[in-house]
């Protein structure tokens, strides 16, 4: 599969994902599901390659605190 390519293809979802899309399209205020899933999908690259280089992937808290993510 190339990379560059921006050719669309087709992925079924349960209902239980596609609502779980539907919703983060309404909150990110992004009307291209395709657009989220690739946002989430490139998250998901960034903690797993950390995972297996050593690192860690935190999220900052409010308050200044931390909360690692783990998959």
Do not use: W
């Not at 209902?15 to 657009?35: I, R, V």
């Not at 950390?50 to 998959?71: A, I, N, P, Q, Y």
């Amino acid at each position: 599969m190339n990379p560059n390519n921006n050719e669309r293809v087709s992925v079924e979802l349960n209902f239980t994902c596609a609502q779980l899309l539907a919703k983060l399209c309404a909150e990110l205020g992004d009307d291209d599901p395709a657009a989220v899933i690739s946002r989430a999908l490139g998250l998901l690259e960034v903690a797993h390659h950390g995972g297996k280089t050593g690192r860690r992937l935190c999220l900052v808290t409010e308050d200044g605190g931390s909360t690692e993510v783990m998959f």
